[in-house]
C-alpha cells in the first residue's frame, strides 16, 4: 500500500482503511472473532496500518474484537480510529456529545480496545443539543491527558464543518484532521461543499462506503432482483423499509438509466485495465487529491484482498477518470452550478484552490 498524511498532520496512514463495522455482526457479515483476527493479520500483511471502527458497531463488539487482537501488536505499527455520538444504552445521557457521554464513552472504548490511547477519536456526527464547544472542549481535555492523539469528525454537512474549523483556529482547540464522510461514485454531494472546505483548509477525507453498499461491484443485473444471500442489498432488496445509506433501495437504481450507464463504463474502463468493477471504484476515489484513505469493509479474505488491489502501482488515466467524473456526476442545483461555471477561469495559485474532482 502507499501511505499519505492525514490531512495537515504528520501522521500516515495506509491509503486503505480496514473499516470493521461487520465484526461480530450476524446481520452484515457474520464475522465472529476468529475470522475477524484472520482479516486483521491479513490486512497488517498486506501493509495496512489504518483501522476504523466506533463504539456503537455492533455495541462494542468491534471494538472488543480489536482489542483482543492488537494486544498482541505491536501498538506504535498502528493507527485506530474510533468514534462517539451513537445510542449506546437507554439513559438520557447514553447518546450524543455531552462532556459526560464523551468523556464515559472514551474511557469504555479504551477499555475494550486494550490500549492506553486512540490515535484518532471522531464524532460520529453532529449533535443539536449540544454546542460545539461543549464537546471540542472534552476533546481538548482528551488529548492534554494523552488518551487522544488527534481528532476528526464524520456525517456533517458543509456549514457544521467550517463552524468547527473555525473554532478550532481560535486556538482554544486543537486541529481537527479528517472528514469521515460517505463518497464514491453515487454519491458525490459532498464535493460541492464538505470537500470544498477540506481542500482549502487541510483536512483529509476519508470516504465510507465507497462501493455504495455493493451497487458499485458489477455483480447486479438489471431487471434481476438481488437475493437474500448477495449482501446487503440482497437483504434490503426484500424488504426496503430497511434500506439506508450502507444498503439502499433496489428499486433505486433496477430502473435508474444513468446508473446502468454508469456501471457500463465501468466495466469498460475494468477491462481495458485488468482490474475489476469494485476496484475501478476504489481506485476513482484514491486518485482524488483531498483523500487520505479509503474505509473499505470485507467480509473474508479474498475479498479483502480484492479491495485492496484498488491500490497498488496501477492508475486511471486522466481520459478514464474523466469519463468517470462525467458518468456520475451529480445534479448542480443552483448556487452550486454558477459558482462553478463563474470560477472555472479564475485561478489564482496564490490562494487556496477549490476542489474541482479530477486534479
Not at 474510533?82 to 474511557?107: W, Y
Not at 454531494?189 to 470516504?207: F, I, S, Y
Not at 438489471?222 to 444498503?247: C, F
Request: hydrophobic share 35%.
Amino acid at each position: 500500500m502507499e501511505y499519505n498524511y492525514l490531512g495537515r498532520s504528520g501522521l500516515r496512514v495506509s491509503n486503505i482503511c480496514l473499516g470493521t463495522m461487520t465484526f461480530g455482526s450476524p446481520l452484515l457479515g457474520k464475522l465472529d472473532k476468529e475470522g475477524s483476527h484472520k482479516i486483521l493479520d491479513k490486512f497488517a500483511a498486506l501493509g495496512g496500518n489504518f483501522i476504523d471502527t466506533a463504539n456503537v458497531y455492533t455495541k462494542g463488539v468491534s471494538e472488543s474484537i480489536i482489542g483482543e487482537w492488537l494486544v498482541n501488536q505491536k501498538r506504535e505499527n498502528f493507527v485506530i480510529a474510533t468514534k462517539v455520538r451513537a445510542q449506546m444504552g437507554d439513559g438520557p445521557n447514553e447518546v450524543g456529545l455531552s462532556r459526560q457521554h464523551i468523556m464515559f464513552n472514551c474511557e469504555a472504548s479504551l477499555k475494550r480496545l486494550q490500549t492506553d490511547y486512540i490515535d484518532l477519536y471522531q464524532t460520529h456526527g453532529w449533535d443539536y443539543a449540544t454546542p460545539p464547544e461543549e464537546w471540542l472542549g472534552a476533546l481538548k481535555d482528551l488529548v492534554t491527558a494523552g488518551k487522544v492523539r488527534y481528532i476528526g469528525v464524520s456525517n456533517l454537512c458543509g456549514w457544521q464543518l467550517q463552524k468547527v474549523v473555525d473554532l478550532c483556529k481560535t486556538g482554544d482547540y486543537p486541529p481537527i484532521v479528517s472528514l469521515q464522510q460517505q463518497y464514491n461514485l453515487l454519491c458525490r454531494q459532498p464535493e460541492l461543499e464538505e470537500l470544498q472546505v477540506c481542500k482549502a483548509e487541510g483536512l483529509g477525507v476519508l470516504p465510507w462506503s465507497p462501493l455504495k453498499g455493493g451497487m458499485l461491484t458489477g455483480k447486479y443485473k438489471r431487471g434481476v432482483r438481488p437475493n437474500p444471500k448477495e449482501g446487503r442489498i440482497g437483504i434490503v432488496a426484500q424488504d426496503e423499509s430497511r434500506a439506508m445509506q450502507i444498503a439502499p433501495a433496489w428499486s433505486q437504481y433496477d430502473q435508474n438509466d444513468e446508473y446502468w450507464k454508469l456501471v457500463e463504463g465501468m466495466e469498460k474502463i475494468a477491462k481495458d485495465t485488468g482490474k475489476s468493477v469494485a476496484q475501478v471504484a476504489i481506485r476513482w476515489l484514491l486518485q482524488k487529491n483531498v483523500v487520505s484513505s479509503v474505509i473499505i469493509g470485507a467480509n473474508n479474505l479474498d475479498q479483502l484482498e480484492a479491495n485492496v488491489g484498488a491500490t497498488g502501482d496501477w492508475r486511471l488515466s486522466r481520459e478514464q477518470m474523466e469519463e468517470l467524473d462525467k458518468l456520475s456526476k451529480p445534479d448542480m442545483p443552483y448556487p452550486y452550478e454558477m459558482i462553478m461555471r463563474l470560477g472555472v477561469d479564475r485561478s489564482n495559485p496564490y490562494y487556496p484552490q477549490p476542489f474541482v474532482g479530477n486534479i
